[in-house]
């Protein structure tokens, strides 16, 4: 069986790019396809693979603005001759177009969020430009029509939380199983704790960092913030000087940095949140916002949730959070982390590629 993985982009190593690597040691002889590829990002095993991008590639480093041509280099990709394909998605990544006899699964990270659950806070709030803004609703209408579509080119849907079941269900109307993506968990380690607090994030407008930044910048309170985006420049204005940017950093830095901290911060709504695992793998309690994936990978004895992401709320929790410090338990929280291992989706996800499929006639 000739079996091909298709990943939205390949630029930077976040949690999607993780599940790529899990996907490709469940099927070692598998080719990757992809929009875009940088391959100063690329870990080891993937630098191995048989590696295809779109015609798009060359202008990589302009892909937020790309989004429009997308579907066109998707559907150029030749996957003729491969019987089975999976499909890392949260960009445009299932609307490659396969042979009748393949058959396509689909490990869904989130439905495009600036076309669908998010799109009014592009739409709205977070593209400064009137420009943008207005060629906006024509352009987006066309993707939201065609992303539908390409839907049906999916034979199984996965799921990475049921906060992003849901999310399927609302945007296509198609079933899905939950597969938690997976987390290097046993690489973390915990060690007595700092005088820091840690964020662990993209910087995106989505993610809601300023948040964090803004409550920390009128506390005074240590925080660090690990990683890099467009909305660099604009958080560190907003910053004071007990706030410290990190930019992106080796996966030692990172371990060292959660080993540390007095806690993990989530200041924004996450599809499932592979960060706050990493931070319990490491002993540490999240303090989060309480939507989205927070509440399926934070245990209610995992840290502290509150309900608006205002630099208020974030406050009180810290305060709250503070209170009960003494009475979190690494070896416990360590013990939770468990169950998003590596080996746990490699099972169930070997198990969903080997099983007959549920739209095959009995």
């Known amino acids: 069986m000739r ?6 982009w390949m630029l930077n190593r ?23 590829c940088d391959p100063a990002t690329l870990s080891p095993q993937l630098r191995s693979r048989k590696i295809t991008t779109s015609f798009l590639n060359p202008m990589r480093r302009w892909y937020r603005s790309l989004l429009p041509l997308m579907p066109f280099a998707l559907e150029n990709l030749d996957l003729r001759g491969y019987d089975l394909i999976v499909s890392s998605e949260s960009g445009p990544a299932k609307g490659v177009i396969s042979c009748s006899g393949a058959r396509h699964v689909c490990y869904c990270h989130t439905p495009m969020r600036y076309l669908w659950d998010l799109y009014p806070d592009y739409r709205n709030e977070w593209t400064r430009s009137p420009w943008k803004r207005a060629a906006m609703t024509p352009l987006t209408n066309y993707l939201r029509l065609w992303d539908f579509a390409s839907a049906a080119r999916v034979d199984e849907f996965v799921a990475n939380s049921r906060n992003v079941q849901t999310r399927i269900w609302k945007t296509y109307r198609r079933e899905s199983i939950v597969i938690h993506p997976p987390v290097d968990v046993d690489s973390f380690y915990s060690k007595p704790s700092g005088d820091y607090f840690l964020v662990v994030s993209e ?7 300023d948040s964090a930044v803004r409550c920390f910048a009128r506390s005074g309170r240590p925080l660090k913030i690990a990683g890099g985006g467009p909305e660099y420049k604009r958080l560190r204005s907003l910053a004071a000087p007990n706030i410290e940017f990190l930019g992106r950093i080796t996966d030692s830095e990172l371990r060292e940095l959660y080993a540390g901290c007095r ?11 592979v960060a706050p695992v990493e931070a319990m793998a490491s002993g540490k309690p999240v303090i989060a916002l309480g939507r989205g994936g927070a509440l399926e990978s934070v245990p209610s004895f995992g840290g502290v949730f509150y309900s608006e992401p205002e630099p208020d709320h974030i406050e009180e929790a810290i305060i709250r959070f503070e209170a009960i410090e003494p009475t979190f338990r690494p070896e416990e929280l360590q013990s939770w982390a468990q169950r998003f291992s590596e080996s746990e989706f490699q099972t169930r996800m070997a198990s969903v590629l080997d099983a007959r499929p549920s739209y095959v006639r009995r």
């Open 3 to 8: 079996a091909a993985i298709v990943h939205y």
């Open 14 to 36: 976040r949690g999607g790019e993780k599940v790529l690597e899990a996907l490709c040691r469940l099927l070692p002889e598998a080719d990757v396809f992809t929009l875009f």
């Open 203 to 209: 910087l995106v407008p989505y993610k809601r960092v």
């Open 263 to 273: 806690a993990f911060l989530l200041p924004g709504e996450e599809d499932f949140g």
